[in-house]
């Protein structure tokens, strides 16, 4: 799941090498930590916060498939 997210972050982006991403398990269950580039943070979260939503809905789905409960931040 991890790398589906990597590739689609760094497919959006203008600088794809500042992108990292953070895994975090705790109860609820997997957390991803979204780091771009400050000047990328508005083409990742989109309009109205569209692309941010439509992220996160791709990465449920394939968590959804592996029975998993996945969150997506985006993080400054």
């Known amino acids: ?25 705790d109860a609820k269950g997997i957390c991803y930590e979204v780091k771009v580039n400050s000047q990328d943070m508005g083409k990742i979260i989109g309009k109205q916060g569209k692309m941010a939503k439509a992220i996160r809905s791709v990465i449920k789905a394939i968590a959804q498939k592996e029975h998993k409960k996945v969150n997506v931040e985006f993080v400054d």
């Open 1 to 25: 799941m991890k790398e589906v997210l990597e590739v689609v972050i760094k497919n959006l982006v203008d600088s794809p090498d500042d992108v990292s991403i953070v895994e975090k398990n």
